[in-house]
């Protein structure tokens, strides 16, 4: 059974530090995403990492894949208030059935 | 990028009423679609595949009898609640893949009194 963990559950850090959410899971996969969640909203796609060591940059996030340590990591420079939001990471089973198997959320809090 | 619509947004219903919400592939066709719960607070819990055709395939611990879904076109999956009840009050959100992605509904809140 393919397991997605998180870390950290959840962050508060002030604006213009750095940080990065860890996202860990437990069987092969090769397609992993990454998701925004604004309170009360449904999922907005932040990135889709395909292969072994992508990474891919929008604006102040960064995220990159691991496959070999089946590892992702989402990377934030220089927070901003609007980056506060629940971000998930979602892993395909890679059995051909197309199920996203998602991480336990983390609740980004940006403090002025 | 491709876009999912459900409905209704919201539903407040009574307990032992049924409740439906639809899930809509508004610009691709989908095959497959998926829906998903979340409690508050909580991380997506896959329920249910729907296939388009032929019957949904649901995760262990998710009772099809009480979440009926069909998906009978290319661009539609409903999901009914039936007898519904409070401990089913949450967020239903479906979702649709395109490509190598997948396109997510803005989600249908029920709430059970």
């Known amino acids: 059974e393919l397991k997605v963990e998180q870390n950290p559950l959840f962050l508060s850090m002030q604006e213009g530090k750095n940080y990065t959410i860890y996202c860990n899971y437990s069987t092969t996969s090769d397609r992993l995403y990454w998701y925004r969640q604004d309170p009360g909203k449904s999922l907005e796609s932040l990135f889709v990492?395909?292969?072994?060591?992508a990474v891919k940059q929008e604006g102040r996030l960064m995220a990159s894949l691991d496959t070999k340590a089946r590892l992702s990591t989402l990377h934030i420079t220089a927070a901003v208030h609007d980056l506060s939001a629940t971000y998930f990471c979602?892993?395909?089973?890679?059995?051909?059935?197309?199920?996203?198997?998602f991480g336990t959320g983390t609740r980004l809090t940006i403090i002025p | 990028g491709a876009v999912v619509s459900q409905h209704p947004s919201w539903v407040i219903c009574k307990s032992g009423t049924s409740v439906k919400i639809e899930c809509r592939s508004l610009?691709?066709?989908?095959?497959?679609m998926f829906w998903y719960r979340q409690f508050p607070k909580q991380s997506l819990m896959l329920m249910a595949t729907s296939n388009e055709g032929s019957k949904a395939t649901y995760e262990q611990g998710v009772e099809k009898d009480k979440f009926l879904i069909n998906h009978a076109s290319l661009t539609l999956s409903t999901l009914t609640v039936t007898s519904a009840h409070p401990e089913d009050s949450s967020f239903y959100i479906c979702?649709?893949?395109?490509?190598?992605?997948?396109?997510f509904g803005p989600g249908t809140r029920l709430t059970v009194l």
């Open positions: 979602a892993v395909d089973s890679s059995l051909g059935n197309e199920k996203l198997t």
């Open positions: 990492l395909l292969s072994n060591g």
């Open positions: 979702s649709a893949r395109s490509f190598n992605e997948q396109f």
């Open positions: 610009d691709f066709q989908a095959t497959t």
